[in-house]
């Protein structure tokens, strides 16, 4: 077996640096937190701390529920019925993934402006937040369904139990693991956003943050926010550990598998097809069509100019930069994964994945006070976001790299050693040919998520390198609808065909 693929120092170090950085993002803002004394905590907890909390955790709480409900009924509804158009179904009903919560809730928004509906309020910034999150549970939801073995139902109705019977007695308790990992990255979601909640005007800690940094200058309020923020993300998943310890295994032979039977809905079919339909008219169609109506007002009246141009050269870079060095990163770490499983290969990863469970407004005001602190030369440089992506969302990468090189047999890197090769020969001849795809499909996602990126990039960015991402807030905080709604189309449509990609080889 190879050792190394260019030599060990080079397959430990590149993680480490990486873990390191990630490590440094918690203890800057935990550190920062405790600077001015308990006096602090208990002044803002005083101001709006319980009522920030109280917010936060309700729109989580509200938002999951609603997506997961319709994730679990829609999954169900394509995978195991007879449903009209259930193929075209799985595509579309992941779409709303390219829409990020912001620029949904822009469209909604726009669509609303001229009328006297009360949409800034709970239920229906939870309802604009459910409908860009439900593809979470949807997509983990039906891989489940489409891998389950369907004789423990025909067992269940052997023994004379009913249809709602096998569903929630059998169907249900069998999906949970799926069930709570979609719930998890919704509630994850939530909790973090920033863009969506300060557009449709409902504070939670993540906006908080954000305008305590960019409104007062105020750091130690930030980081004492953020470590609230913080306490609670590790405490849902903290949860999310204690429910999955809860669940019931159900292993099954992989020889018993069989094609399952769909259920015929009946007089159900109308019904249930019109309630798909009008989830994916209300989470797609609604909101594209409104963007596009109104980039054409747009484009009209003349508001596209060369800048247009330079916040789409931006968008790329930056993107394109976080993606091509999470793919640089993830060759050594996954191969570490999987050939040099261990104590430190697990702590390594553990610190890189948990920036990933971290809002992005916390890892700008991490990476704000490194800069000034350790960094100054990286400080408002382009370099600084690019960071800010990768530790965001390099683990995207690293799991896809990683299953990818579980896939790969040992045996043809010791074919390629016994023939001669060199450590660089085997790399270019038998490991990148054979995990190329999925290395590639992981920089896709971290490509399209830092495309989409809000709160970091409007921390980090340089002066006058705004994103697409940040000139649609910007548009939409002042009202310019008709300026921002090109922005927020081509972001999808860009956004679009690595998730074509990504769906179609997963």
Not at 4 to 19: E, K, Q
Not at 118 to 141: K, Q, S, W
Not at 407 to 422: C, V, W
Request: net charge positive.
């Amino acid at each position: 077996m190879i050792k190394t693929i260019v030599n060990r120092s080079f397959l430990w170090t590149m993680p480490a640096i990486l873990a390191l950085l990630a490590s440094l993002v918690i203890i800057v803002i935990a550190f920062e937190a405790m600077g001015d004394g308990w006096s602090r905590w208990v002044q803002l907890f005083n101001q709006r701390l319980f009522e920030l909390f109280s917010r936060t955790l309700s729109l989580m709480a509200l938002s999951t529920v609603i997506a997961t409900f319709w994730g679990i009924s829609l999954a169900w509804a394509v995978e195991k019925t007879t449903l009209w158009g259930n193929r075209f179904w799985r595509w579309g009903l992941a779409l709303p993934l390219v829409i990020p919560p912001y620029i949904g809730a822009l469209a909604f928004l726009i669509l609303f402006r001229e009328t006297n509906l009360p949409i800034y309020n709970l239920p229906v910034t939870a309802l604009i937040m459910a409908a860009f999150t439900f593809p979470y549970v949807f997509l983990i939801v039906s891989a489940a369904l489409r891998r389950m073995n369907t004789n423990l139902e025909e067992a269940a109705q052997a023994c004379g139990k009913s249809p709602s019977g096998v569903f929630f007695q059998v169907t249900i308790p069998a999906l949970r693991p799926a069930i709570i990992a979609g719930a998890t990255l919704v509630a994850l979601y939530i909790l973090g956003d920033f863009g969506a909640v300060s557009i449709l005007r409902y504070d939670t800690f993540a906006s908080a943050i954000f305008f305590r940094i960019r409104g007062s200058l105020d750091f130690s309020g930030a980081t004492i926010i953020s470590t609230v923020l913080l306490l609670t993300t590790f405490g849902l998943l903290g949860i999310q550990r204690f429910a999955l310890g809860k669940c019931h295994r159900y292993q099954q032979k992989t020889e018993d598998l069989k094609e399952p039977k769909k259920i015929p809905l009946g007089k159900w079919h109308f019904p249930i097809l019109f309630y798909v339909v009008l989830v994916f008219i209300f989470s797609t169609l609604l909101p594209a069509g409104v963007l596009i109506y109104w980039s054409w007002l747009g484009i009209s009246a003349g508001t596209i100019d060369t800048s247009f141009f330079q916040y789409l050269f931006n968008s790329l870079t930056l993107a394109g930069g976080a993606a091509f060095i999470s793919l640089i990163f993830s060759l050594p770490f996954s191969y570490l994964q999987v050939r040099h499983p261990g104590l430190l290969t697990s702590v390594l990863s553990g610190a890189v994945f948990a920036n990933y469970s971290l809002p992005g407004v916390i890892v700008g005001l991490a990476l704000i006070l490194i800069g000034l602190n350790f960094f100054p030369f990286l400080y408002n440089t382009p370099l600084m976001v690019i960071i800010a992506y990768l530790l965001r969302f390099f683990p995207q990468n690293l799991q896809a790299a990683r299953s990818s090189f579980l896939q790969l047999s040992p045996n043809l890197e010791e074919a390629s050693q016994s023939m001669g090769f060199g450590p660089l020969k085997t790399l270019f001849s038998v490991i990148l040919p054979n995990i190329g795809p999925g290395l590639l499909a992981g920089a896709s996602l971290v490509f399209v998520s830092s495309l989409k990126e809000l709160p970091a990039s409007l921390l980090l960015r340089p002066a006058g390198m705004d994103t697409l991402a940040i000139r649609i807030w910007m548009e939409a905080s002042e009202g310019f609808y008709s300026t921002a709604a090109p922005f927020a189309l081509l972001l999808i449509l860009i956004s679009i065909f690595p998730l074509r990609y990504l769906l179609n080889r997963f």
